[in-house]
T-cell receptor
Framework: GNSVTQMEGPVTLSEEAFLTINCTYT??????LFWYVQYPGEGLQLLLK?????DKGSNKGFEATYRKETTSFHLEKGSVQVSDSAVYFC????????????FGKGTLLTVNP | KAGVTQTPRYLIKTRGQQVTLSCSPI?????VSWYQQTPGQGLQFLFE???????NKGNFPGRFSGRQFSNSRSEMNVSTLELGDSALYLC????????????????FGEGSWLTVV
């Protein structure tokens, strides 16, 4: 089955620092890749997605590029803000399980002023 | 456009009781899936419904069940509750694309926080 390995946290950064959260996956078929964000006490919000190799997903200053050769989908942001503090989940779905997401364990990000 | 709506948001149950959680998908979405989130196991897939039929099921005991109605709304039920069932239960909906297309995006609700005491 599919699997996602995500950088373990927690990650603590100062405001305006550069962020990278690593994510690698194994999947059958032609996977789509996602990053979701979860703020304290809330559900999951879709942050960005990519549906094929070399696609770059972007939203709110966050970016991730679908790298098929390295089976990776690392999340980056050039300058984080305190409001970015949350848990970030990398996820994959593919092929016959197109409606089933497999998630990484999540990375807690704390941004200090 | 309204998002995925889940009720109730918070509930406390006693061991041995049963619970029913409700989910209204985004208008026009016909696929509804459920996930359990716990600190120890993370996010785990429970099941997925489309047109009132269960298409996928995760690795959970038979105490966990669900159904979908003709208007795409869904419910999940957990019987004979155990302490370990305490979790955030997330409902998600998605448009069902034509067969063979990828890139289906799954949107989540705020979740139902279940505490079993």
């Amino acid at each position: 089955g599919n699997s996602v390995t995500q950088m373990e946290g927690p990650v603590t950064l100062s405001e305006e620092a550069f962020l990278t959260i690593n994510c690698t996956y194994t999947a059958t078929g032609y996977p789509s890749l996602f990053w979701y964000v979860q703020y304290p006490g809330e559900g999951l919000q879709l942050l960005l997605k990519a549906t094929k190799a070399d696609d770059k997903g972007s939203n709110k200053g966050f970016e991730a590029t679908y790298r098929k050769e390295t089976t990776s989908f690392h999340l980056e942001k050039g300058s984080v803000q305190v409001s970015d503090s949350a848990v970030y989940f990398c996820a994959v779905n593919s092929g016959g399980s197109n409606y089933k997401l497999t998630f990484g364990k999540g990375t807690l990000l704390t941004v200090n002023p | 456009k309204a998002g995925v709506t889940q009720t109730p948001r918070y509930l406390i149950k006693t061991r041995g009781q049963q619970v029913t959680l409700s989910c209204s998908p985004i208008s026009g979405h016909r696929s509804v899936s459920w996930y359990q989130q716990t600190p120890g196991q993370g996010l785990q897939f429970l099941f997925e419904y489309f047109s009132e039929t269960q298409r996928n099921k995760g690795n959970f005991p038979g105490r966990f069940s669900g159904r979908q109605f003709s208007n795409s709304r869904s419910e999940m039920n957990v019987s004979t509750l155990e302490l370990g069932d305490s979790a955030l239960y997330l409902c998600a909906s998605s448009v069902s694309p034509p067969q063979g297309m990828s890139g289906n995006t799954i949107y989540f609700g705020e979740g139902s926080w279940l505490t079993v005491v």
